[in-house]
């Protein structure tokens, strides 16, 4: 999974638009993620395969540390979320904790309802000594991932959807955008070739 130890690629042959790298290392019991970059739906597939491959090693505690992130979207937020729901259904231990978050993005999971659901350390006190340790552990995640269109409109939807199990008003704020990946989806299926 991770390909080099240190600072994201910055390659200048990069699009505008290239995902925001996503960093993760080992830091005594904790999986931590730093995300480098706005949180979106280009770089929630990582994230979630991240959150699924060190799950199924056993990991239960994991941070997400959002010092560089300015910004998360619905999808980023929904697999964030859809991590830490999973983690409550399989077992009474475990954790997604939210770190350094910035004041627009703890407004974001609070207006959500997330704050509530995911581990959100609102005056930096959590996981000190780790913070202190984290940044020699750190290597960049392949951000070249095998994905087809298909599979990246199913989870987006499913992001999503989680988003909209959380309360009433997270289902009617995406109740539209879920019909719209819905349809997006059926199509996708019609386009796949058959087998």
Sequence with gaps: MPTNNGSPNSDPGKGIN?????????????????????????????VKRCFQTMMSRGKRHFVVDLERCPIM??????????????????????????VNANARN?????????????DVDRDGSRHSQERREVNSELSCVESGL??????????????????????????????????????EVRDQEHQAPAK
């Design 18 to 46: 290239a995902p925001a790298p996503v960093l993760v290392g080992q830091v005594g019991d904790l999986f931590w993620m730093r995300v480098e970059g706005k949180g979106s739906f280009q770089n929630s597939l990582q």
């Design 73 to 98: 979207d619905s999808t980023f937020l929904g697999t964030l979320t859809g991590a830490a729901l999973h983690l409550r259904e399989t077992g009474p231990v475990g954790e997604v904790a939210i």
């Design 106 to 118: 703890q407004q974001l999971l609070a207006s959500l309802g997330l704050d509530h659901i995911l």
């Design 146 to 183: 095998n994905c087809g269109k298909a599979e990246h409109a199913e989870h987006v939807l499913e992001a999503h959807e989680v988003l909209s199990s959380v309360n009433e008003q997270n289902a009617g704020r995406f109740r539209d955008v879920i019909e719209f990946l819905e349809k």
